[in-house]
């Protein structure tokens, strides 16, 4: 209440003319009342506030001027005689006593005013502070709060760890994709210890980098709290003091699990290209060899030949198309089988019509095709009374186990069969690779009287297409 009064108070807006003239208002307006009252008497202490008042509110100037002109008032209207300064000496006493007592509450009040005005800046200065003091926890809060944002939405493994290369902190995103159910279980844990194989030996020399104040760099293979396995980019730089030293370690690393296996896929296509390359070439020989020995003229050769490599690059072309479309299993073996066109005699083929996905027809085309490949360059189609039995069936479910898919080629009448000195990247195709696609299993033997190759896998695999390489 008294700050809103003082507020109102124009002391500071009034000039000094005007604040002596508002003083002598109030010192003759109470003069005035004065006289308006039936009191006999000198009036001092009637005065005495309006001076307290007019020091207080002006200022010392105006309290010392309310002061003298509320004497000669006194003096002049209040003791007898009347309108003279020729009052009795006892009465000039008690008037230069009043006068000193009225200067001195003036000044008293003036300094007390001076005191509420300082007063009440020290608490706007302080209020400000608290406010500004606010307003920085806020923006604190804010930046806190975004960073908690950034940090909770990047999928960056974020890690802060001490000199002992001890996990102090993990974001929120890293606790995320190392699928870190409590950060305190693994809280001054040792952080190379979560990565695998030579990688760990490279964070402890990241560590090393770090602590000596260089930034270092590696990629390795670390296991989530599930072991989960997941390939990360790690970079490691040092935290500086304010003397710029080292005092903590921050770690960054990014999941490059899909990239890696990319990169597998496409060391694993170049292989497979290089490998189709070398086999279009000894399938050309092939074809060419038992075309010349089996026809009677060079332009009777040239045609047969010609038509053969036609249907080769037609095959391939197949394989092609099927990359982006199902096939009905009949025309995978089709395609598969085209360029043996001439032995089509030396086929039996018998199976149900099935419908197979992309992924499952190509696989399984290349497959045919590696088999047939190798059965014209070693096995049963390499003689001239050779045969191959191509069949497969479904399996119903037995003691809770799936309807079961079973393909078998089994080959008959060529030169006896043995094993290979090593396996080539076409026995681990028909082995590994074409048994992920089908989500099941595969089974090569080598018997002396012709090759037997079985592939079983779920039928719902033959559909969905989502098996993987194994």
Not at 239 to 267: H, K, N, S
């Given at each position: 209440?008294?700050?809103?009064?003082?507020?109102?108070?124009?002391?500071?807006?009034?000039?000094?003319?005007?604040?002596?003239?508002?003083?002598?208002?109030?010192?003759?307006?109470?003069?005035?009342?004065?006289?308006?009252?039936?009191?006999?008497?000198?009036?001092?202490?009637?005065?005495?506030?309006?001076?307290?008042?007019?020091?207080?509110?002006?200022?010392?100037?105006?309290?010392?001027?309310?002061?003298?002109?509320?004497t000669l008032l006194a003096v002049g209207l209040f003791i007898p005689p009347y309108y003279t300064l020729q009052i009795p000496f006892e009465q000039w006493t008690a008037t230069a006593l009043f006068a000193l007592v009225a200067a001195a509450l003036a000044l008293v009040c003036s300094a007390f005013r001076r005191t509420l005005?300082?007063?009440?800046?020290?608490?706007?200065?302080?209020?400000?502070?608290?406010?500004?003091?606010?307003?920085?926890?806020?923006?604190a809060d804010a930046s806190n709060a975004f960073l908690s944002g950034v940090l909770a939405s990047s999928a960056d493994c974020i890690t802060v760890l001490d000199l002992d290369a001890r996990?102090?902190?993990?974001?929120e995103g890293g606790r995320r994709s190392m699928e870190v159910a409590n950060f305190a279980t693994i809280h001054h844990a040792p952080w190379p210890e979560l990565w695998q194989g030579e990688a760990r030996a490279e964070a402890e020399a990241a560590v090393a980098e770090a602590r000596a104040?260089?930034?270092a760099r590696f990629q390795g293979l670390a296991h989530t709290m599930r072991?989960?396995?997941?390939?990360?980019?790690?970079?490691?730089?040092?935290?500086?003091?304010?003397?710029?030293?080292?005092?903590?370690?921050?770690?960054?690393?990014?999941?490059?699990?899909?990239?890696?296996?990319?990169?597998?896929?496409?060391?694993?296509?170049n292989q497979e290209l290089k490998h189709r390359l070398k086999n279009t070439l000894a399938m050309v020989q092939a074809v060419m060899n038992q075309t010349l020995r089996q026809s009677r003229s060079l332009p009777e050769a040239q045609e047969a030949l010609e038509a053969r490599l036609v249907a080769l690059s037609g095959a391939h072309g197949g394989l092609l198309d099927m990359q982006s479309q199902g096939a009905e299993i009949h025309e995978v073996v089709r395609a598969a089988l085209?360029?043996?066109?001439?032995?089509?005699?030396?086929?039996?083929?018998?199976g149900p019509s099935l419908r197979l996905s992309s992924r499952c027809a190509l696989a399984l085309t290349l497959a045919l095709h590696e088999l047939a490949t190798n059965a014209a360059k070693y096995g049963a189609l390499s003689a001239e009374?050779?045969?191959?039995?191509?069949?497969?069936?479904?399996?119903?479910?037995?003691?809770?186990?799936?309807?079961?898919?079973?393909?078998?080629w089994q080959e008959s009448g060529g030169p006896p069969v043995q094993p290979p000195a090593r396996a080539g990247f076409g026995s681990f195709m028909i082995r590994r690779t074409l048994p992920g696609y089908f989500e099941g299993s595969a089974n090569l033997d080598f018997r002396p009287e012709g090759l037997l190759y079985q592939l079983e896998g779920p039928v719902a695999s033959l559909h969905e297409g989502q098996g993987q390489q194994g």
């Open positions: 209440m008294r700050q809103k009064v003082m507020r109102r108070l124009p002391r500071r807006h009034l000039s000094m003319p005007r604040r002596y003239g508002l003083a002598a208002l109030m010192v003759l307006a109470a003069g005035g009342i004065r006289l308006a009252l039936p009191v006999i008497g000198p009036p001092y202490l009637f005065f005495i506030p309006p001076v307290m008042a007019v020091a207080f509110l002006l200022g010392n100037g105006p309290g010392l001027f309310a002061t003298a002109l509320a005005d300082a007063r009440d800046a020290d608490l706007a200065q302080l209020r400000q502070a608290l406010a500004d003091a606010a307003d920085g926890r806020a923006a996990l102090t902190f993990m974001s104040g260089r930034a072991g989960r396995p997941l390939w990360w980019d790690v970079a490691v730089t040092p935290m500086l003091d304010g003397d710029g030293q080292p005092e903590r370690l921050l770690c960054v690393a990014r999941d490059i699990t899909a990239q890696r296996r990319l990169e597998e896929q496409q060391q694993l296509l085209l360029p043996h066109e001439s032995r089509a005699s030396a086929f039996r083929v018998e009374n050779g045969w191959v039995s191509l069949s497969w069936r479904i399996l119903p479910p037995f003691d809770g186990a799936e309807t079961t898919f079973q393909l078998r």
